[in-house]
């Protein structure tokens, strides 16, 4: 008689661990299929935050920047060049666009975006060194 009870138990025990298993196995499917789509969107993943921040920086130094914008500081502390505030907010916004493309049609994401990333560093470069006291 106690056989039969402890029989009745383990085969409870493993029904259990059976359910669990069963729950584990469709958890681990939707994670998959989340890492799946993760993956295949990648490239827009990557690009969202970069264009965001691209146009902001835009839209700041549109804001902000002289209506000449010196570029290639001297020794001297004169400026080399001078361009247009509309070709120092375009340019790279046009720079970090045309990188992104390139990620689109590469299929090595990463170096075209982390070159995208360092791109953002040319809006703020152009900002830092034309700052004027008013």
Request: include cysteine; charge should be positive; proline fraction near 4%.
């Amino acid at each position: 008689m106690e056989n039969a009870g402890s029989i009745v138990n383990e085969g409870k025990g493993q029904t259990g661990i059976a359910k669990v298993k069963t729950v584990l196995g469709k958890i681990n499917r939707v994670i998959n299929l989340i890492g799946l789509w993760l993956f295949r969107l990648r490239k827009l993943v990557l690009a969202a935050p970069v264009v965001y921040y691209a146009l902001k920086l835009a839209e700041y130094n549109r804001e902000h920047l002289p209506e000449q914008v010196g570029i290639n500081l001297q020794a001297t502390g004169e400026f080399a060049q001078y361009i247009s505030r509309n070709m120092a907010v375009m340019g790279p916004l046009a720079l970090t666009g045309g990188c992104l493309i390139l990620m689109f049609c590469s299929r090595k994401a990463m170096y075209s975006w982390s070159i995208s990333v360092f791109t953002l560093a040319l809006p703020l470069l152009l900002l830092f060194s034309n700052a004027y006291p008013t």
